[in-house]
């Protein structure tokens, strides 16, 4: 198994524009996660999906962000318009049932 | 919120000693799980301890889990250079459906 996998590993853009981050979940896995991570804050839960749909969205920022799942091998974590405060490395994780998760790489995402 | 608050936030030992490393949290849990992460990688997990366990084991690690005080501990024994990284505790809180919150971390630096 390759793992979690998230694309891109790294992003620079300029403040403004949409932003679309990756994730390719771990097969058979039925939970999926989205964190962030800055040195202010630390790990945060932005939102995560059980078997595609999603059950708590309470930590996204605000309506500039947005995640999707349309099936069980992808999902999506969209910035639009991103903002200088954005930047932070985005994981995503997944588990099965209430088990361990397994992490991503991450993106680096750097908004100018 | 916050559930899981690690501490110190930060050790600093010699290879060969051991390490502890403290985490507080605030709801009844399912689970308590570390995990390690080495600078400018991705969580990987280290060991999971359910509710009704007071002490786990796995090689050079060994966790406890005291319900009454909301409180677990990780014990790094005979330490090694290679050891350096943050850990971080993670609570799936009971009646929830598996979203895993994590606390700040403890950054650990083994010195050889």
């Known amino acids: 198994d390759a793992g979690v996998i998230q694309s891109p590993r790294h992003e620079v853009t300029e403040m403004g524009q949409e932003v679309t981050l990756r994730c390719k979940p771990i097969?058979?896995?039925?939970?999926l996660f989205w964190y962030r991570q800055t040195m202010m804050r630390g790990l945060e839960l932005l939102i995560y999906?059980?078997?595609?749909?999603?059950?708590?969205d309470s930590g996204m920022p605000e309506d500039r962000f947005s995640a999707k799942m349309p099936n069980a091998s992808f999902s999506t974590l969209k910035i639009q318009p991103s903002e200088p405060r954005d930047s932070a490395v985005y994981f995503c994780?997944?588990?099965?049932?209430?088990?361990?998760?397994?992490f991503g790489p991450g993106t680096r995402l750097t908004v100018t | 919120s916050q559930q899981g608050e690690e501490d110190p936030q930060a050790l600093s030992i010699q290879e060969g000693e051991n390490a502890t490393m403290n985490c507080s949290y605030k709801?009844?849990?399912?689970?308590l799980q570390w995990y390690r992460q080495n600078s400018g990688r991705g969580l990987v997990h280290l060991i999971l301890?359910?509710?009704?366990?007071r002490e786990k084991h796995s090689g050079r690690l060994r966790v406890t889990l005291d319900t009454s005080k909301k409180s677990s501990s990780l014990l790094i024994t005979a330490s090694r250079a290679a050891d350096t990284a943050s850990y971080f505790c993670?609570?799936?809180?009971?009646?929830?459906?598996?979203?895993?919150?994590f606390g700040k971390g403890t950054k650990l630096s083994v010195k050889p």
């Open positions: 301890i359910r509710s009704n366990e």
């Open positions: 993670a609570t799936a809180a009971r009646g929830s459906q598996g979203n895993l919150i």
């Open positions: 999906f059980n078997n595609n749909v999603p059950i708590d």
């Open positions: 709801t009844s849990i399912n689970n």
């Open positions: 994780a997944s588990s099965f049932s209430r088990g361990s998760a397994a």
């Open positions: 097969s058979g896995h039925d939970y």
